[in-house]
């Protein structure tokens, strides 16, 4: 159990374009939701939390405008980055959780690479 | 400011060996600490957790050692083999649920 996917495994996209990350709970109604980066070779930052039905809590120094969450349902949260840069490319890994007193479970992750 | 500091960066242990992986933390808010295992490519997997009214947690050949006083906690693997051979993170829960992640330790274990 406490399997969570992300779709797609890898993107490509153009400079300026945007491009949308999926991060769906299977097997257990996640309550709450995170998107981390991670470079490569470096640790994980948390970029935002989001709870099932209401507005992502942002990190401090994360644009909301440039990384829009959405968190529609109790096992979909989507990640949009928006008119997608270079400096943008990045792993991206969504954990879920049935909330405050349970495990993060993690993604397999998003290779971004922004051309 | 990382709230939380791992160490070493890398370690390179012999098949059979220990692999000692420590981390510190400030915020005596932090009520969880896990341990991920991740592997190139990959997101990060629970190896083990404990919380800080335990001073120690077995499973398998992994044991986390807690000491509440110091604020620190470490990794042990016992004897250690090459399917091991992955980047550590330690981490530390606070108050909204969210994970603050040490800046991993890169463990190869050579046969």
């Known amino acids: 159990g406490a399997v969570v996917s992300q779709h797609p495994s890898r993107v490509i996209c153009k400079s300026g374009t945007s491009v949308k990350i999926e991060c769906r709970s299977l097997?257990?109604?996640?309550?709450?939701m995170f998107w981390y980066r991670q470079f490569p070779k470096q640790s994980l930052m948390l970029m935002a939390t989001?709870?099932?039905?209401?507005?992502?809590?942002?990190e401090q120094g994360v644009e909301k405008d440039k990384f829009l969450i959405n968190h529609a349902s109790l096992t979909l949260s989507t990640l949009t980055v928006t008119s997608a840069h270079p400096e943008d490319s990045s792993f991206y890994i969504c954990?879920?959780?049935?909330?405050?007193?349970?495990?993060?479970?993690f993604g397999p992750g998003t290779r971004l690479t922004v051309t | 400011q990382q709230q939380v500091k791992q160490s070493p960066q890398s370690l390179i242990v012999q098949k059979g060996g220990i692999s000692i992986i420590n981390c510190a933390y400030e915020?005596?808010?932090?009520?969880?600490f896990p341990w991920y295992q991740q592997f190139p490519g990959k997101g990060p997997a629970l190896l083990i957790a404990i919380r800080p009214d335990v001073s120690e947690k077995k499973e398998g050949r992994f044991t986390i050692s807690f000491n509440k006083s110091a604020k620190q906690f470490s990794l042990h693997i016992m004897d250690s083999q090459p399917g091991d051979s992955a980047t550590y993170f330690c981490a530390a829960r606070g108050g909204a649920n969210n994970l603050f992640f040490g800046t991993g330790t890169r463990l190869t274990v050579i046969p």
């Open positions: 097997d257990f109604q996640a309550t709450t």
């Open positions: 989001s709870n099932e039905g209401s507005k992502a809590t942002y």
């Open positions: 954990s879920a959780s049935k909330g405050r007193a349970y495990e993060q479970y």
């Open positions: 915020n005596t808010a932090f009520d969880y």
